[in-house]
């Protein structure tokens, strides 16, 4: 029934058996498909392990901001070796993020760039991470062709007939507007769990502003717990709570969300 865009059941600090009571648990639930997001590279081929061995599972292979102070030229071919792996279906998830900067921000910018320029040799749909960078990932994105006719011709149209880029903008934060900038250029927008809280009027605004076709959910396990799970460790059978606010905005059902996000995953995804 539902489609998680993104989590992370690579998550570092699961044992291996919590991995496996985790995947269990979601081959047990209403969940017909998850995302296994990568973060750095061990993560990365950790996901694309789980793809792999369940039929259930993607994974998305890349390094985030956070960790792009390990990143160098074996790193890079490693991630490019992992999408061959037909599991594997996304480049992420990547960006910038200036609220912890974990890693220097030259070298956010620099290893941004080329996972970026990696996506687009590979034409592959990519991930995105933004924090408190929300402008400079946009002119990033744009400057380094995510968003070029080139890039659109490789993709499917969305189902009104326009132009898809694959650039999606998880667990978006950003404003309305900026959401709206986005649809424009070609990106799909990811919601995750705080659209359920209860002072978040800026999200509940960018689903109200962004049609349903544009519009993917997850958890971004296991962070980021929807109310009323929240303050508790997240994970990705927690999709139907926020999938469940997506429907209370739009006056739609939870099946009509559960259907019509799935059915954009898959599209967004190439599945």
């Given at each position: 029934m539902f489609f998680d865009s993104h989590a992370h059941i690579n998550n570092a600090d699961y044992t291996e058996q919590d991995r496996m009571e985790l995947l269990e648990a979601i081959e047990r639930s209403s969940l017909d498909y998850v995302m296994?997001?990568?973060?750095?590279i061990p993560s990365s081929i950790m996901a694309a392990k789980h793809a792999a061995e369940n039929d259930f599972v993607f994974a998305a292979v890349g390094c985030h901001p956070h960790?792009?102070?390990?990143?160098?030229?074996?790193?890079l071919d490693t991630i490019r070796q992992l999408t061959k792996q037909p599991g594997v279906k996304a480049i992420g998830e990547i960006g910038l993020d200036f609220h912890y900067d974990l890693s220097d921000r030259d070298i956010q910018r620099e290893w941004f760039r080329r996972q970026i320029?990696?996506?687009?040799e590979l034409k592959m749909p990519i991930a995105i991470h933004s924090r408190e960078a929300d402008q400079e990932t946009m002119d990033i994105l744009v400057e380094e062709g995510a968003f070029s006719d080139e890039r659109k011709s490789w993709f499917?149209?969305?189902?009104?007939?326009?132009?898809?880029?694959?650039?999606?903008?998880?667990?978006?934060s950003g404003s309305a507007e900026m959401a709206k900038q986005y649809i424009k250029m070609g990106a799909t927008i990811s919601i995750c769990g705080p659209v359920?809280?209860?002072?978040?009027?800026?999200?509940?605004a960018v689903v109200e502003a962004v049609p349903i076709d544009y519009i993917l959910v997850e958890t971004d396990s296991p962070y980021l717990a929807p109310v009323p799970m929240r303050g508790k460790p997240n994970v990705p059978m927690n999709v139907e709570y926020?999938?469940?606010?997506?429907?209370e905005?739009?006056?739609?059902?939870l099946e009509e969300v559960a259907a019509r996000t799935k059915a954009n995953a898959m599209r967004f995804y190439g599945i």
């Open positions: 296994d997001i990568g973060f750095d960790d792009t102070k390990l990143m160098d030229e074996e790193g320029r990696l996506a687009n499917p149209a969305q189902p009104g007939g326009e132009p898809d880029a694959r650039v999606l903008i998880h667990c978006f359920t809280y209860k002072n978040n009027k800026k999200t509940v926020t999938a469940a606010k997506i429907a905005i739009k006056g739609m059902t």
